[in-house]
């Protein structure tokens, strides 16, 4: 076992009507073009959860165990944290019929979707939660698919002594450069492996040098031609990955993201209250340091506090 999460610094304050209520700790590391740190605050050496943030690499794994998709947008999804929008759910259902499965084949729990107006939809046609609809489904499908070509058993595909796992394992510890100090249990279902935050930073910027015929490459790729398949309308991933052109970037549960640029550099996040408000405008600081001055970073720099539907402060970041 490796040391646990020291926690952070200040890095976010929620401003209402001129009084600072409330401030959010954590831990950013920003690498340059060559890997090496240029900026960085709070414990970015112990290890955390880095929660979807891995499925980058989880889709590495699988392209190197066998799986082949014909379209990228399929990838992509694979490598979601989708919002449960009907166009996740048609791709994802009809990746299942390639290989003659069904959606009780899935290991993932149950749920509704991510995106309210989606949830709005899936009440009012009478439904409820399903685990095509659960926003790893994507990811648990290509795990599925995965196993099917390699000739590995689908039962029990999520344990971590499956091959699968191992070899998910083995590509994390290679992309990150560290031994993976603990593996946990995601909320999906599959395993969810610890790193540090430099480490994490590091990973994406291997996928984004990588050379255009190799796996990683294929992986970053995928995500950044198909943001709203990766995440959805309106979502962080989707809007940041549109509006800066070459980001790769993937967020994960309790306050995590991490994003690279070819040639640019890299960045890693954690909220130590794992919530989601705080990370944008770390995330968007980082990606100044970096050099980039895009205007959706402008758009994007503060999230509004409204009081009786009127914009009485807003959340901004103290880094």
Avoid at 148 to 156: E, F, K, Q
Wanted: net charge negative; charged share 20%.
């Amino acid at each position: 076992m490796g040391e646990s999460y020291r926690g952070g610094v200040p890095l976010v304050e929620a401003v209402r009507s001129g009084f600072v209520e409330s401030v959010h700790h954590g831990s950013v590391v920003v690498l340059d073009g060559a890997g090496s740190v240029v900026s960085a605050a709070g414990d970015v050496q112990s290890p955390i959860f880095p929660r979807s943030s891995n499925k980058p690499m989880q889709a590495v794994a699988m392209l190197r165990s066998g799986l082949r998709l014909a379209d990228p947008a399929d990838l992509a999804v694979v490598c979601a944290s989708h919002s449960g929008e009907e166009f996740h759910v048609s791709r994802i259902e009809a990746l299942l019929r390639t290989g003659g499965l069904t959606e009780d084949a899935l290991h993932c729990p149950p749920d509704l979707p991510l995106a309210p107006e989606a949830q709005a939809a899936v009440f009012r046609a009478g439904g409820g939660p399903s685990r095509l609809r659960m926003n790893c489904s994507g990811k648990h499908t290509g795990m599925l698919l995965t196993c099917l070509v390699a000739g590995w058993p689908t039962d029990g595909y999520w344990r971590p002594e499956h091959p699968l796992q191992q070899r998910v394992t083995t590509v994390v510890e290679e992309f990150t450069g560290e031994d993976v100090a603990a593996t946990g249990i995601d909320g999906c279902g599959a395993p969810v492996l610890a790193v540090s935050l430099t480490g994490l930073a590091r990973a994406f910027l291997r996928l984004v040098a990588a050379g255009p015929d190799s796996v990683e490459r294929t992986v970053a790729d995928a995500m950044r031609a198909h943001p709203l398949l990766v995440s959805g309308t309106g979502a962080d991933d989707a809007l940041l990955m549109s509006g800066v052109p070459g980001l790769l970037m993937k967020s994960g549960a309790e306050g995590v993201v991490a994003a690279a640029l070819p040639g640019g550099g890299a960045v890693a996040v954690k909220v130590d209250d794992g919530a989601a408000r705080a990370r944008r405008p770390v995330l968007v600081s980082a990606l100044r340091r970096l050099g980039v001055t895009t205007p959706v970073l402008d758009e994007l720099a503060e999230l509004p506090l409204y009081g009786g539907g009127d914009l009485v402060g807003a959340i901004r970041t103290r880094w």
